[in-house]
């Protein structure tokens, strides 16, 4: 398998911008994540699906993050307009709730700068 | 609210033993979780203890004390490559959200 796939790698950007970041999990994960890490704040989860469905939200900082699960094997977070303070990096991870469920296997992240 | 704590870093020589603590307060607890991160990289899982006891994978083992608010990660016969950012992670109640550490820099020396 090829694992989490995470589209962009690196992105830069300039303040105000729409960022589109996009992630593929494993085939056959019910759960997707996003997370976002930086130095001050550490890994925050920021929103979560099970099935498509969005069942968390709460780590959604405000409202110019948006994220969306159009079906099984595609995510994507949005930020619109960017601001500085929203460069980190982005994981998505994803998991099954069969098994050893408690893993969470992370994609590569999308590193985000905003200028 | 969720807070862990574990040290931000740790020196260990190649082939030592060292041991990575961290405690929690949750208002769920359901199990305790470590992650590995080389700089750069993903967190890759590597363990995960949801009842009282050591739980042993090849070099690694993990440790909870759910009385206690206490685990930690031992990792035998240091490598070079392991040098890298450990996280514990709680799980709270029977959802799937996790609350990460700070994390904890182990820094291996020859």
């Known amino acids: 398998d090829a694992g989490v796939i995470q589209s962009p790698r690196h992105e830069v950007t300039e303040m105000g911008q729409e960022v589109t970041l996009r992630c593929k999990p494993i085939s056959g994960h019910d759960y997707l994540f996003w997370y976002r890490q930086t130095m001050m704040r550490g890994l925050e989860l920021l929103i979560y699906?099970?099935?498509?469905?969005?069942?968390?939200d709460s780590g959604m900082p405000e409202d110019r993050f948006s994220a969306k699960m159009p079906n099984a094997s595609f995510s994507t977070l949005k930020i619109q307009p960017s601001e500085p303070r929203d460069s980190a990096v982005y994981f998505c991870?994803?998991?099954?709730?069969?098994?050893?469920?408690?893993?969470?296997?992370f994609g590569p992240g999308t590193r985000l700068l905003v200028l | 609210g969720q807070s862990l704590e574990q040290p931000s870093e740790v020196t260990a020589v190649e082939g030592a033993i060292v041991q990575i603590n961290c405690t929690y307060q949750?208002?769920?607890?359901?199990?305790l979780s470590w992650y590995q991160q080389h700089d750069g990289g993903a967190p890759t899982f590597l363990s995960y203890?949801?009842?009282?006891g050591l739980e042993e994978t090849g070099r690694f083992s993990s440790f909870l004390s759910r009385s206690d608010s206490y685990g930690y990660l031992l990792l035998q016969e240091l490598q070079m490559k392991d040098s890298a950012s450990y996280f514990c992670?709680?799980?709270?109640?029977?959802?799937?959200?996790?609350?990460f550490g700070s994390g904890t820099k182990l820094n291996v020396k020859p």
């Open positions: 991870a994803s998991r099954t709730s069969g098994g050893a469920g408690e893993t969470q296997y």
């Open positions: 949750t208002s769920g607890f359901y199990g």
């Open positions: 203890n949801a009842l009282d």
């Open positions: 992670a709680v799980r709270e109640g029977n959802f799937n959200k996790f609350y």
């Open positions: 699906f099970n099935n498509n469905v969005p069942i968390d």
